[in-house]
């Protein structure tokens, strides 16, 4: 079963075409590896993805439903959760940070306290519970990140460029955390210029060069 599906969308900015994609279809459950060099629209792909870029034309269907935007696509972004490459965390402590998407879906401090802890122990961090986000490495802050997105219950993870400027253990360790998320039912999509690291883990791949698609498979 595809998770998204796409026809005949494009973007455009300033009147210049960043995004141009015919016919693209992305399966359920499965890592799903995005390359191409800079500036080859993967971000703008992944924007589209999570209801938070609406594309110029075309359709986008998320389980064989149209992605809603701006107000409308509220509960799609609650399902599909994009992760920045550079992910903002609160200047509080790690625990916090991950429990703070629950809390404002309507769960009590105690159970989004324990959502929160079971996230972190799924992506390796339950020990940074209680450090000060700040204080995380590079790698470390994408972990804690994705413990966050976890903790709201999404079911597709859209990551963009997520071993970018991590060192090759926190790399080697992303790479292991995200082929169990596959193998538990999350669908992923993983975006990457220097796409080694992921091809081991992805079921699918979708190159993009000059915002369209080059190939996938």
């Known amino acids: 079963m595809s998770a998204f ?30 390359s191409g060099a800079n500036g080859a629209g ?15 034309g075309g359709s986008v269907a998320y389980k064989g439903k149209p992605v809603g935007y701006v107000g409308a696509g509220h509960r799609h972004r609650l399902r599909v959760t994009l992760l920045h490459q550079d992910p903002y965390m609160f200047k509080r ?17 105690s159970e989004a ?24 490495s590079g790698g470390e802050r994408k ?18 460029e997520p071993s970018a400027g991590v060192d090759a253990e926190n790399t080697e360790r992303l ?3 995200i082929g ?3 193998e538990s039912g999350k669908t992923i999509v993983v975006s990457s210029h220097q796409p080694d690291w992921a091809a081991s883990i ?11 698609v080059e190939s996938s498979g």
């Open 5 to 34: 599906e796409l026809k005949d969308v494009f973007v455009r900015f300033n009147g210049k075409p960043v995004l141009d994609i015919g016919d693209l279809k992305m399966s359920e459950g499965v890592v799903t590896l995005l």
């Open 42 to 56: 993967k971000t703008t792909l992944l924007r589209v993805l999570a209801g938070l870029q609406r594309p110029d």
């Open 93 to 109: 402590k790690v625990l916090t940070n991950v429990a703070y998407g629950p809390i404002v879906r309507g769960m009590t401090k």
């Open 113 to 136: 306290g324990e959502t929160a802890r079971s996230a972190l122990k799924r992506v390796d961090c339950a020990h940074l519970a209680d450090r000060m986000a700040t204080s995380l």
């Open 143 to 160: 972990r804690v990140a994705l413990a966050r997105s976890l903790a709201t219950g999404a079911e597709a993870l859209l990551l963009d």
């Open 175 to 177: 790479s292991e955390i």
């Open 180 to 182: 169990s998320l596959a």
């Open 202 to 212: 992805a079921q699918e791949s979708v190159s993009l060069a000059y915002g369209k």
